[in-house]
């Protein structure tokens, strides 16, 4: 225990020291590092500018289109709202999206498709950054030095390369005023200590609306009425009133939402059997298998669903379907 809480100051002053903005233009900061490599052939290092981010419309389109199922609703939303920002160059304020739904709905995939269409190295890239409440932020006690912390993070990374992204995962875990200490940058038109905030991309992710989600869900579903009928309207005021009034919320409160920083609240609807079934068909299609309806169909047997009773909705979503299919193949 001491040796972690040893090793988490050590890397707490690391992350001080390496957040102090950087003050090369970003040109400099791109030449100097294949210049200095002396190295007689060119080797790539990842620096802010185009070779490295550049947003690919068809490529986040094809995704959703081909590899997000069920989705109906978040699909055109994070098409829109990621092209709309990532084309324009004069963009004031960063482009906030806070997505919601129930566990293995695909959240995190979302994300990543989204770091893979503007950045070479998607999620490996060094100016995308996964903060996760339970790893990053654990301690209740340590919220003021997260604070500082973060503001830090967030204004360094963003001075280096405007266009970087935020992903907060587990926002359901997350301390109440932790993400009020970047509202300053969220908000903002022009800049702030010299450092715009207007390309940067911050998204986060929770489980809560969740519930109120798959209600909605169940409720078309009795009344017989198709999923893909369910619209935005039935779902935004739900959503923003869980979200802001859920005391386990990050959100919870929080400035960010009653000052209607977030530009988007992306629903994703809970997975039914179809859908965890394509899963799987396209988990083999991924592994160059020739997909198998009646292999997938086994291994979907082994997911509970609920409500008990009618059993439609997929307790684990497509969570995962990798490591199932491994017992059926
Ligand atoms: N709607 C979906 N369409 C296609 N694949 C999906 C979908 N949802 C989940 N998956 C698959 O399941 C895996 C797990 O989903 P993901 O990590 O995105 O869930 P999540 O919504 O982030 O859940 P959690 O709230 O637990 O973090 C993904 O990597 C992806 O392979
Ligand atoms: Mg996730």
Known sequence: ????????????AIMIAKVKPINFPKSYTCQLSSSLTGLPFYTPRECCGPRWISYNKTSLEMALSS??????????????????????????????LSLHGLTGTGKSFVSRLIAESIYHNGMRSKFVHLFITTEHFPHKAHLETYKDQLKQ?????????????????????????????????LDYHGTIDGVSYGQAIFIFLSNSGGMEIAKKALDFWKTGRKREEINLMDLEKDLTLSVFNNEKNGLWRSSVISEKLVDFYVPFLPLEHKH????????????????????VERMAKEYSFFPDEERIFSNQGCKMVSKRLDFYL
Request: proline share 6%; charged share 20%; with cysteine.
């Open 1 to 12: 225990m001491k040796l972690r809480s040893a090793l988490w100051l050590f890397l707490n």
């Open 67 to 96: 590899k997000l199922f069920g989705q109906h609703l978040a699909s055109p939303i994070i098409l829109k709202t990621v092209t709309r920002h990532m084309e324009n160059p004069n963009s004031e304020t960063p482009l906030v």
């Open 153 to 185: 993070w967030v204004k360094g990374n963003v001075s280096e390369c405007p266009s970087s992204m935020f992903i907060f995962d587990e926002m359901d875990k997350m301390q109440t005023d932790l993400i009020d200490s970047i509202k300053p940058y």
């Open 276 to 295: 965890l079934v394509q899963c799987g068909l396209a988990e083999m299609a991924a592994r160059g298998m020739k997909p198998d309806q009646g292999v």
